[in-house]
């Protein structure tokens, strides 16, 4: 048995992270703030696989829940971070209090359930971290100040840990996804003109379902990406040549 943590797996990515996953062999545990969503998409995934309530940014709730798969399971083989919040205050009207709120859950979060899933992964095991195109370029689509500087950490973290794992032989890259039609963008895409302008600055011209980031990050987290460490995948549509 291969067993996968995806966090965030109540929504978007997550949610079509637990499914490809599931597909490919894994048995998933799914995490999420909503733990209604997360029971939706571990019961539509079969009997094996399961759902837990946490909120990532919370230290005792992220130890306990990787207690709790590890007592059912045993192992992690795979970790896919992509729990995470946006923020759209523009610079000026943003307060530390938003800043660490995003903080809180895109960086910390992520951290915290690296660092609970190591504990319980052997040789061969692989993380993938969720940031952005924000991260990469400072915004300029969506998210503001707080949410492209957590982006930008969540990169830097995920080097970081890519370097503290690599002689344990536990992989660690990240994707930096960016038009994804997700619940997240919703807002977003309601509104026609913001819709048409993101679109125009997409080489490939339309967004990308959530399944087609989730096909990026089950590929990071196979063995098919033997020798891919420490690397960031964007899945973008092409907005990075712009
Ligand atoms: N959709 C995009 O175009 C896009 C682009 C770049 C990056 N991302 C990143 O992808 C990740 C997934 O986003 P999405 O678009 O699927 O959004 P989404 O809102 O559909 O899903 C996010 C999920 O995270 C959960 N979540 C939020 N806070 C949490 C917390 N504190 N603890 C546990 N779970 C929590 C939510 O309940 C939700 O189920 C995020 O990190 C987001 O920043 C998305």
């Known amino acids: ?53 946490v909120d990532v940014g919370d230290e005792p709730a992220v130890v306990a829940a990787f207690e709790a798969v590890g007592a059912r399971y045993g192992r992690v083989d795979a970790l896919a971070t992509c729990a995470g919040i946006t923020d759209t205050t523009p610079f000026m009207d943003a307060t530390a209090e938003q800043f660490m709120h995003v903080y ?58 890519a370097r503290a794992f690599a002689e344990r032989g536990i992989a660690v890259n990240g994707v930096c996804p960016a038009s994804i039609a997700t619940p997240m963008m919703t807002a977003l895409l309601e509104d026609d003109a913001k819709r048409e302008a993101l679109l125009a600055g997409v080489p490939l011209g339309r967004l990308a379902a959530p399944e087609e980031a989730a096909e990026a990050i089950a590929w990071l987290l196979s063995p098919r990406a033997s020798y891919v460490h420490g690397e960031t995948l964007v899945v973008d549509g092409g907005i990075m040549m712009r």
Request: glycine share 14%.
């Open 1 to 53: 048995m291969r067993v996968a943590v995806v966090t965030g797996a109540g929504s978007g990515i997550g949610a079509a992270t637990a499914v490809v996953l599931a597909r490919q062999g894994f048995t998933v545990a799914c995490l999420d703030l909503d733990g209604a969503a997360a029971v939706r998409t571990a019961d539509g995934l079969g009997p094996a696989h399961l759902a837990l309530a």
């Open 104 to 161: 809180r859950v895109n960086v910390v979060g992520t951290f915290l359930c690296i660092r609970e899933a190591v504990r319980r992964m052997e040789r061969g095991a692989r993380i993938c971290t969720v940031s952005s195109v924000a991260g990469l370029r400072g915004g300029g689509l969506f998210g503001q100040a707080a949410y492209s500087a957590s982006k930008g950490a969540v990169l830097a973290l995920t080097r970081n840990a």
